[in-house]
Every structure is written in structure tokens, then in C-alpha cells.
């Protein structure tokens, strides 16, 4: 059995490894993750991962810390993310010639699940500044007919979670590579389950961790050093590279605050469709055997009434939505903070 993670050490030559950096650096700007909405088919009241947000916000993320500063607690998961190539759409040539196609990353995938035929689908930047952290997730996967584009992202979540789907999942590996410097930011994630014990891998320059993060519970644990300014952090505000290093926030031409490169902590992450054959791929294409909205919520719903966890008529969208997150989608338990 493959490991839950496979470290890709190193994953690119030194002179392509800093290639990538040029290219970050080179990039228009960075906008905030925030910004990033679509319009939901089924309960819009619902943030799209309400899952994630509801449980940070309840927990304090994985040492159970609690801003009292709401802006604070907001702008520490606010990081920034700009996509590089999304199929077909290559926004950076350089980046997709580097990392998109890239033989350890095909590799590691194809171990991972052990399926043959890889699909590279996406390659985004995910930029966090001093103070930054991502709260314990599951990534939003993909099953036949459900994707982010149709649904919301909580519900494929649960739809993961709830093992009801399996037959239409579409197996995905992500691999997230780790270029340049930051202090801290540790990727954490729970091998074992929610409920074991996590496991935490320290990023290294042109390094990347390869994982099935559609199922393995994980996060970025905070990054170090100055946050004096993090709840300046708004959403709408940009991150420009200013050249010699140093990075700003901007509020459109109004400097915010501005960073050591050092200081900020970069990853690529890289997700790729693992199929078994050419065949299966091709029935992905060609979108036979989809999933839609009514049957997974009716099939959701009827298993929420065989296991007694609803009876009487289906609740409003909002609050059937909030029952399937808080069923299926069981997060690991913070561990205390150690006492400073
Ligand atoms: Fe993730």
C-alpha cells in the first residue's frame, strides 16, 4: 500500500527551480482566495465551504487558538491564490511547461491510487503571508456529474464523506510543491483518519508533498513572523511582487503593507484526474453515466432517514445542508495548545 504522502525530493533542477520563482515573481498579481465565488444551485445561503469556515471558527483550527479580533481571525485565512493552467487554459506557459506535466508528480500519482492514465486538471499558486494558516479540510473533489461548477462545494465534501457516491468518484492527486522560503506553514494532515493522529511535513525549497487531499484530512499550520499587519488584510486587496525581494498588499494603488520575500510562504499546487485506462477517461469526457443534483440529495436524504438522523419532511436547503455537513463530514479534534 502507498503511503498516505509521498515527498518529491527534489522535484525539479536547480536552475528550473528557480525558473518557477522568476515566474511567480513575474506574475501580474495575486488576488485573495475570498474573492473566488460561483452561484449555487442548492442552499446559496451557505458560504461554499461552510464546512471548513464553520469548523475553524468553532475549534480555533488545529491548536484550538481563538482570535478575539473577528477581522484578525478572518484575514488569517485569507490567503492569496491565483491558477496558473485549468485543462486546456494555460495562463503561464513556463509554469505548465515546468510543473503541469511533470514526470515525478505523473509518477507519484499514478502510485498513489494505482491507476495508469493521469490527467493533469489544475495548477494554482496559494500564497500565505506571516500569521497565515489554512484551516483542516478536505479538498473539494469531483464525481461524475458534480463538480464545483454545478454544485456546492460543502455538498461534494459530504458527498466524499458519506462513501454513498463511490462508484462516480473521480480519483484526483494533488501534489503541492513548495519553492522559496517562509518560516513555518507546515503542512499538517491525518493520515490515519480524522480521528488518529496528525502528521506534519516541513516545506523545503523545490520539494512537493503528493496526497489524496479529497480524502485525507489536512491544513497549513500558521506561518512565522511579523503579523503586525495581517488584519489590514481585506477582501479585495491584491499582493504585488515590488522587485528586490519584497512583496506588498495593495488596496488598489494604496500600498497596505509590504514583506520580506523570506517572510511569505509559497506553494503550487498541482491536481491531477487518475483514471484506470484510456477507457474510463473517455466515458469522463464524454459525460456518460453523470450524477445530478435531485439524485444525490435524494439519495443523501434517504440515507439520513435509514440511519434516524431525519424525520418528518426534508428541511429548508440551509438547514438540510448544515445536517449532511455536521453527519458526514466528521473533522479532527484540535490538539490543546501548549501552554506558552
Ligand atoms: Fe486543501
Same mark, same amino acid.
Given at each position: 500500500m502507498t503511503a498516505a504522502v509521498q515527498i518529491i525530493d527534489p522535484l525539479l533542477s536547480e536552475d528550473e527551480a528557480d525558473a518557477i520563482l522568476d515566474e511567480w515573481r513575474a506574475f501580474p498579481s495575486y488576488g485573495l482566495y475570498s474573492n473566488e465565488s460561483t452561484r449555487d444551485a442548492y442552499a446559496p445561503e451557505l458560504a461554499q465551504r461552510?464546512? @471548513? /469556515?464553520?469548523?475553524?471558527?468553532?475549534?480555533?483550527?488545529?491548536?484550538?487558538r481563538k482570535d478575539s479580533d473577528r477581522g484578525l481571525q478572518a484575514a488569517r485565512t485569507?490567503?492569496?491564490?491565483?491558477?496558473?493552467?485549468?485543462g486546456d487554459d494555460i495562463v503561464s506557459p513556463r509554469m505548465a511547461e515546468l510543473l503541469f506535466r511533470n514526470d515525478r508528480l505523473v509518477e @507519484? /500519482?499514478?502510485?498513489?491510487?494505482?491507476?495508469?492514465?493521469?490527467?493533469?486538471?489544475i495548477l494554482y499558486a496559494n500564497v500565505l503571508l506571516p500569521g497565515q494558516e489554512l484551516a483542516t479540510h478536505t479538498d473539494v473533489g469531483e464525481f461524475r456529474g458534480a463538480n464545483r461548477k454545478?454544485?456546492?462545494q460543502w455538498l461534494i465534501v459530504v458527498m466524499h464523506h458519506s462513501g454513498l457516491f463511490d462508484r462516480w468518484r473521480m480519483p484526483i492527486a494533488t501534489g503541492i510543491a513548495y519553492f522559496g522560503g517562509g518560516k513555518g506553514g507546515e503542512l499538517a494532515y491525518y493520515p490515519d483518519g480524522a480521528s488518529g493522529d496528525p502528521a506534519t511535513y516541513s516545506p523545503k525549497h523545490n520539494t512537493a508533498a503528493l496526497l489524496d487531499t479529497d480524502d485525507v484530512f489536512h491544513g497549513v499550520d500558521r506561518v512565522l513572523g511579523d503579523e503586525a499587519n495581517l488584519a489590514l488584510v481585506r477582501p479585495g486587496m491584491r499582493l504585488h511582487y515590488d522587485g528586490d525581494g519584497r512583496w506588498s498588499v495593495r488596496d488598489g494603488d494604496t500600498e497596505v503593507s509590504t514583506y520580506d520575500e523570506d517572510a511569505v510562504r509559497l506553494s503550487i499546487s498541482w491536481k491531477g484526474y487518475c483514471f484506470a485506462d484510456e477507457a474510463e477517461r473517455d466515458a469522463w469526457r464524454q459525460n456518460t453515466d453523470d450524477l445530478s443534483l435531485d439524485t444525490v440529495l435524494d439519495t443523501l436524504e434517504a440515507d439520513l432517514r435509514e440511519r434516524g438522523a431525519l424525520t418528518g419532511e426534508r428541511p429548508s436547503p440551509p438547514e438540510f445542508g448544515k445536517l449532511l455537513?455536521?453527519?458526514?463530514?466528521?473533522?479532527?479534534?484540535?490538539?490543546p495548545q501548549p501552554a506558552s
Open positions: 461552510y464546512d @471548513a /469556515a464553520v469548523n475553524f471558527v468553532r475549534t480555533g483550527g488545529r491548536f484550538g485569507n490567503y492569496f491564490r491565483e491558477t496558473y493552467a485549468y @507519484a /500519482a499514478q502510485k498513489l491510487h494505482g491507476r495508469e492514465v493521469i490527467e493533469p486538471a454545478v454544485m456546492p455537513i455536521d453527519t458526514y463530514t466528521k473533522f479532527p479534534a484540535p490538539v
